[in-house]
């Protein structure tokens, strides 16, 4: 799945970054970490007797049962449109959804017991068959386990034979859910009444079961390593098309009210990558491939406006270039893309079914900025690469989820590079992921690519995983091999590793042991596990000293709490400042968005930036200003970046010039009151700067465009404001899934928290409805929320909230919060002082 991340679709400057952490680290990455960590224990496999009947001691399934095949049917009751017609009853929306499944295994130890993942679904109906004989076994008992195991527990009388084959059958119901895991619903509006009078609300059923969700829809082996096929049927209302992993086999009538799909069997492949959806979405044109049928799904009037050409337009050029690259063709006849109106993720790689929020897909020329254009190509890269890595090659466990999301976030950036090559996301992806892992991996409270496996169990230590470590260092570290081995044999190495475990699963030394091969048929010499074990199985990165008088190298764990030994601070902060001043002179953006990100921090802890940050930029946005006053853009690439670069930090730090040219344009689009494309990119500075008129509008036509592109970046917008009290309206707005959908919540709470304004009401809020809004993405909501704290008083109230609340998933992001905490009030005690004279000495 791809990382929401709340920088993608506005210019806003995210997380902070300590300069020195950066000057310090760039050099260091290719030096053999020494300190190994004390030997990891290997994790103890259960033993079960085989008459047992107790629970297994671990919350891992007994591996005596290995499932083959599933033949599903599923039956989602919902209705897509209500029709309100006087004379005909109306029908009652549903969310109850039945269904049954038939699971063929294999039996590797005798047992009595069967243990499988089923959550909250009612059983109907159950029968256990010998394969041989077709013989019924009696179940004895059948017993959900209440706690956070998920277990389905099935007695039987009689005991299962080691190397028999049998199925299980078991029909069930379940209802959909409406906080979008598993099967869940989602809506949208359509631009017109189906007829006089209806309502324009839609509804459709979609899935979203990564990591641990598709137990909520059938009960299943809920694994990664219980890889199977799956025959799937869907039962669906006349008038709607379902989606599944494959490609359709039959589609037909069974009466007035429902018809089937049913669907070619799957690849074997693991269960959190199932799914499935209902809807009337329908399709653009195709996206050129010589073997494989690509189509891009929308809502309809998404696809009338073309806004999903451009993601057609490209998905097939990137499938095509792994095909070549990775010298293994994608596996299906179909592979189907979906721009959702609610997913969780920003999008989801279930395979022949990839799902993205509309967002993550959907792109309309003039309207959607440059960056939602890359953020685009970037998605589809990633989930695309996922079709060999996670789902061809899947890893053993999700302690090593990094094998997974690493490789998509750097593969995603090689294919990227081919098929649109203007984009430079070669030097993006170091610019931007590099800061993101090091700053992260500064924290003592940061962890290992590989965690130990008995530490990730539950459903929430296994989102927990989904973080910046798994990404972007994941990414790095990969690259850093590359690097090592020689491109050439890195890539070598990863096609063996791909052929070797095509439809199987595998961990990190797999993955060595594969680029060894290709290292030692090189002639190589480099001793791939044991330079690479480090990295993956320690916290952190090194920071290396050379003297230069006798040669000597040291190496010591970067930290941002640097309280051990003497090692003075690594530089003085004023000089990592002083390097910024060349900003004035630039106009490339890598240069200048690395730098914005980093002085974000001295932004957050101190808000003293702005005077000096205004006068840097003064001469960008000069160079820049005959286009922008005429609302056009240069024709190069990077210089677009540029340009809105300028826009941004010029208005956001309040250059006079560039809030009249905002405010101006701001005021002509309320009186044209329609969708004027350029404004867009300046539109939270009016905001900002207005009331109660200029927000309620902005409000109004978020309400009221069904445009995904304008949509997103009104909801930014929204969050500028000063008023308090319009912050407050919008913090309440966030509980009313009508007006903020949950998807949305956690990233419209960040960007109210990101406003000085609105920092201290958002983290009231979030304490007050934390129920509600951990549902969406908890873990950076806490970093976002609390990025400004530096304070005593914040750091004692962050520690009450760990110990008073249930944390979920967010639990190592709010340890991080408060180990970032107590680094802020140290750094900004010592610096205070120096960095307030140095910026006053700046604009003096
Ligand atoms: C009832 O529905 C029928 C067909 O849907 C329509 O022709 C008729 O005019 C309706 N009657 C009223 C009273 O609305
Ligand atoms: C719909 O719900 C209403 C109120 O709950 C009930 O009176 C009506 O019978 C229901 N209609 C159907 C078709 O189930
Ligand atoms: C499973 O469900 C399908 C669809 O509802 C139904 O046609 C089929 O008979 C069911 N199978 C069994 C064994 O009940
Ligand atoms: C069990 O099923 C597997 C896979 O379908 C098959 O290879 C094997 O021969 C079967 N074993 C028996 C004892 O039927
Ligand atoms: C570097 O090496 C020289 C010569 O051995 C030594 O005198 C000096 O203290 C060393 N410098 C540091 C910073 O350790
Ligand atoms: C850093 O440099 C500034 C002058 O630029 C100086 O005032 C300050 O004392 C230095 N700080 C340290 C820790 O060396
Ligand atoms: C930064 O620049 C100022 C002014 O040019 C200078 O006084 C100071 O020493 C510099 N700081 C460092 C650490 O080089
Ligand atoms: C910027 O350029 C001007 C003129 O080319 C030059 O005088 C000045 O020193 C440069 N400033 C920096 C910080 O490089
Ligand atoms: C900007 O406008 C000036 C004067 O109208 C013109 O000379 C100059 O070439 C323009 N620059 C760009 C980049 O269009
Ligand atoms: C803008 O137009 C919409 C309809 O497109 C209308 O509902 C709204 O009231 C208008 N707003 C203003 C401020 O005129
Ligand atoms: C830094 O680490 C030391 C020792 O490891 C610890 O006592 C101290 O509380 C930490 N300080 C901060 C600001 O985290
Ligand atoms: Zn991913």
Redesign the pocket.
Known sequence: MAKESFISKTVAITFVVMTCSVIAGMITMIILYKTQISELNPTPRPTFSTTTTGPPPVMRLPKYLVPETYTVYLQPHLYTKIIEKVNVTSPNQTLLFTGNSTVVFHCVQTTRAIYLHSKDLTIMDSSVVSLKDNARLKINEMKHHEDVSDFLEIQLNEALEKGKNYSLFLSFQGEMSQSLDGLYLSSYHADVAAEEGDSRERFLAATNMEPTETRRVFPCFDEPEMKAVFHVTIVHRIGTRALGNEQKSVSNMLDDYWQYTKFNPTPKMSTYLFAFVVSEFEQSSSSPHDRVDIQTFARPEAIKARHADYAASITGKILSFYEKYLEINYQQKTLDQIALPDLAPAAMENWGLVTYQEGALLYEEGVSSLLEKEWIATLIAHELAHQWFGNLVTMKWWNQIWLNEGFATYMATIAVEHVEPMFQMTDVFVMRDFQQAFEEDALASSHPLNVPEQEIQTSSAIIGMFDSITYSKGALVLRMLAGLVGKTTFHNGVKIYLRDFMYKNADQNDLWDSIQKAVEMDNGHTEVAKVMEPWTNQIGYPVITINTTNGEIYQKQFLFNDTAESEAKLANVTLALNLTRFLRNETAYIPWESAIRNLKYFDLMFDRSEAYLREQVTDLYKY????TDSSTV?EDHSLQHSQILAIDVACSNGLPECISMASKMYANWMKINGTNTYVLYTLWTPVAAGGKKEWEFAWDKFQSTTDTSEKDQLRSALACTKKIWLLNRYLEYTLDPEKIRLMEVASTIYYIARNVAGQALTWNFIRAHWDYVSEGDAASLISGVTSRFSTQFELEELERFSTDYILGSADRAVNQAIEQTQVNIQWVAEHKDVILEWFEAQTA
């Open positions: 820049f200003r005959n286009y240069p």
